[in-house]
Nanobody, 124 residues
């Protein structure tokens, strides 16, 4: 069992930046590919970014490509999401996700572990 705890959410103005963190515990962190999803009010949860076990492969949703960066520090058991040039449409609860397969590809059905989520609100 892996426990995932997100932090770093908050309120920011459009054009600003935030860095989300997800700390993992319970199992060997480097055995899991990690990802970020988000869910806005009234919408389905959607993929944002994924990173494989070593960090050598990353993947992004088109809506965040060029603005968000996913990274991981296996020594610290932590995955990050650096979010720049934030827009009001980025407002959502952001969830950390883990899967056992070594790939940066994530869809809802392949996630093995979820965090509890952290709120990001971008004001216009």
């Amino acid at each position: 069992q892996v426990q995932l705890v997100e932090s770093g959410g908050g309120l920011v103005q459009a054009g600003g930046s935030l860095r989300l963190s997800c700390a993992a515990s319970g199992r060997t962190f480097s055995n899991y590919a990690m990802g970020w999803f988000r869910q806005a009010p009234g919408k389905e949860r959607e993929f944002v970014a994924g990173i494989n076990r070593s960090g050598g492969s990353t993947r992004y949703a088109d809506s965040v490509k060029g603005r968000f960066t996913i990274s991981r520090d296996n020594a610290k058991n932590t995955v990050y999401l650096q979010m720049n040039s934030l827009k009001p449409e980025d407002t959502a609860i952001y969830y950390c996700a883990g899967r056992t397969r070594d790939t940066s590809f994530f869809i809802l059905s392949v996630v093995d572990y979820w965090g509890q989520g952290t709120q990001v609100t971008v004001s216009s």
